[in-house]
């Protein structure tokens, strides 16, 4: 059994950035793909950025391309997601969640993750 804890969420001005880590505990960590997601009201829980278990491989949803980066620390169970340039679009409670990986291909949708983290508020004002 894994266990994720969001942190580093907060309130920025549009233009701003933020840092969000996801730690582990309780299981082997590295043999998990690791993904983002956010929510917000109203709105299914959406595909932000996955990053592959052994840290080769990422993937991005368009909206996000150029502006987040996704990195992990297998020695510190350790998931980052840096977020430079935010949008008001990107308020959403910010999830992260881990995952079996298979082959070579990043896991994008919510039920191929079987871990999940409480989440962390991310608000951008314009």
């Known amino acids: 059994q894994v266990q994720l804890v969001e942190s580093g969420g907060g309130l920025v001005q549009a233009g701003n950035s933020l840092r969000l880590s996801c730690a582990a505990s309780?299981?082997?960590?590295?043999?998990?793909?690791v993904g983002w997601f956010r929510q917000v009201p109203g709105k299914e829980r959406e595909f932000v950025t996955a990053?592959?278990?052994?840290?080769?491989?990422?993937h991005y949803n368009d909206s996000v391309k150029g502006r987040f980066t996704i990195s992990r620390d297998n020695a510190k169970n350790t998931v980052f997601l840096q977020m430079n340039n935010l949008e008001p679009e990107d308020t959403a409670i910010y999830y992260c969640?881990?995952?079996?990986?298979?082959?070579?291909?990043?896991?994008?949708?919510?039920?191929?993750?079987?871990?999940w983290g409480q989440g962390t508020q991310v608000t951008v004002s314009s």
């Open positions: 990053i592959s278990r052994n840290n080769s491989n990422t």
């Open positions: 969640a881990a995952g079996p990986q298979r082959n070579s291909t990043i896991p994008t949708h919510v039920y191929e993750y079987i871990f």
């Open positions: 309780g299981g082997n960590f590295s043999i998990f793909a």
